[in-house]
């Protein structure tokens, strides 16, 4: 895994989105998995600030809540269409969402996983990281074999993400669709970002071999095309060299 260190968040975010700038330049196809939370707001607004070409790419969802339709304003769906696909122009047709509220969570998964190999997998995904180790809404305990599935959210999970759902975690769904660790180390290119100090402890267990279902963001150990973008916060308790 190649790791780089940034002074601050804001760094982090440019050099994140030159680095999606430099793949869509150099192929305009790509297929690109789209992470939410709030440490990737500020990247879509970057992206939107630069003139790029989004009509040829696809972008896909890495997971959504459970119940949420995808109108539903507090599903990743509504989220990622706000910040990016409505004002890059992007076409629905270009845009794959899991859809919280389909009727069978088995059906719409194997949808999904579908869509995924219609389109040859995924170029390039985007990653965050949650502060119980959690990667998309893989929980601790998640097998790094699991595949697009429902999922129950942790209560950790469920107070991390409580700020879109008025502060109040019991209105977070309580079960979530997500790319399993088997998809997201299929992705041929994952960029990991990683800011804030709430993530310097979880951050340096996750990159402590060997991996562990304990920590499921420690797989991305194991993917040849991994780079972790981390500001000084969440990397303050790393050796990389920081300069
Ligand atoms: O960036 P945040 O808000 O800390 O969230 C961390 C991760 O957890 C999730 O909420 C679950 O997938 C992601 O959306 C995010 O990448």
């Known amino acids: 895994m190649r790791c780089l260190v940034f002074p601050s968040p804001a760094d982090v975010i440019q050099a994140v ?8 330049q150099a192929q305009p196809d790509l297929s690109l998995g789209l992470a939410t939370g709030r440490t990737m707001v500020p990247l879509y607004a970057e992206l939107l600030g ?3 070409n989004w009509q040829h790419c696809r972008i896909f969802a890495l997971d959504e809540y ?16 706000q910040r990016f696909c409505q004002p890059a122009g992007l076409r629905p047709e270009q ?23 219609q389109a040859g997998g995924l170029d390039l995904q985007l990653l965050g990281l949650g502060e119980n ?30 700020g879109a759902f008025g ?53 991305l150990q194991e993917h040849p095309a991994t780079t972790l973008y981390a500001d000084h916060a969440a990397a303050a308790a790393l050796t990389v060299d920081q300069s």
């Open 133 to 162: 180790g959690h990667l998309a809404f893989n929980e601790p305990g998640s097998a790094r074999e699991s595949r697009v599935r429902l999922v129950q959210l942790s209560d950790r999970t469920r107070q991390q993400n409580a």
């Open 167 to 219: 502060g109040d975690p019991e209105a977070v769904p309580s079960a979530a669709l997500s790319l399993g660790l088997a998809d997201i180390l299929e992705a041929r290119e994952l960029l990991w970002l990683v800011t804030g100090a709430s993530k310097t402890k979880i951050l340096a267990q996750a990159l402590q071999p060997p991996p562990t279902t304990a920590i499921p963001a420690s797989y």
């Open 95 to 117: 845009v794959q969402f899991l859809n919280g509220a389909a009727l069978d969570p088995a059906q719409e998964s194997q949808r999904y996983r579908r869509c995924l190999e």
């Open 17 to 24: 989105a030159d680095r999606i700038a430099d793949r869509l």
């Open 66 to 81: 459970w119940g949420l339709a995808t109108d539903h304003p507090s599903s990743f769906a509504a989220e990622l269409r």
């Open 50 to 52: 630069r003139s790029l």
